[in-house]
Every structure is written in structure tokens, then in C-alpha cells.
């Protein structure tokens, strides 16, 4: 069974799997939402962030900020060639070392709320907002 198989079980039923071109439309959003440098996220560019300790602050600074916790949000990993995931964060959450083990480092995006949540393979986690609306993207 492979890493995404065995992230999928845990999800149990609460992932969806992209075709390509969606997840790559999801990746391209992302790119332009929030400018990468050295493969992550260049969070000094990035004037509304928060670098957070633990998992269990996420959600509390996402509810802070007023987004809502309960739009889809997609999994993206650093190697190119695993699939972008559609699921919601709270399952994600309940479920992140099945998830993070996927891959080196993961992003938890949220278009329509236009957060991301970064998972760096150093250890860092941080949760930032962009300025632009993912409309403005296309």
C-alpha cells in the first residue's frame, strides 16, 4: 500500500483525490497566492502570518482571523508528482501524521478563505493569509 493509500484510509472517506489538471490548477493557485522561495513559502513577503508551536494553535489563530474553518481545503505536497487531496481541516488535523508522512512537507490549502497552513520538514509551522483572492488568481 502506498503513503497516499494509507493517507487516504485514515481520512476515511473524508478525502477526495483530484484529477490532475485540478490539483494542478490548485497548485498554480496557490503559487500565485503566496511567492515560494527554496520550495516554501517566502513568509517574510507575506505581511499577515503567524508561526505557530503546536497543531492545536492552528485552529484557534485560523478562528481569530475570521476564517471560516469549515471550507474545503486541499493537500499539497512538496514531490511533484503526488495528487492534490480535498477534504475539510478538521479531519485533516485529526489526521496529520498520516498526512505529513506523505511527503517531506505539506500545505493545507484554503482558497476561498485564502490561508495556508505550511508544514516544514524542519519542524516550523506557520499559517499566513494573502492579500490576493484566489479569483484574482486566474
Known sequence: MSLIDECLQALDGEATLLPEKEGKDIIHTLTRMFPFT???????????????????????????NGSNTHAAVFIIWDEATRPVLES????????IEEVTIVSFD??????????????????DLTVGWSEQKAADTV
Open 88 to 95: 475539510n481541516l478538521y479531519t485533516v488535523l485529526s489526521h
Open 38 to 64: 527554496w520550495g516554501r513559502i517566502d513568509w517574510p513577503q507575506v505581511p499577515q502570518h503567524s508561526e505557530l508551536d503546536t497543531l492545536s494553535e492552528v485552529l484557534p489563530v485560523l478562528l481569530d
Open 106 to 123: 505539506t500545505w493545507i490549502f484554503c482558497p476561498t478563505e485564502h490561508y495556508v497552513v505550511e508544514l516544514y520538514h524542519e519542524g
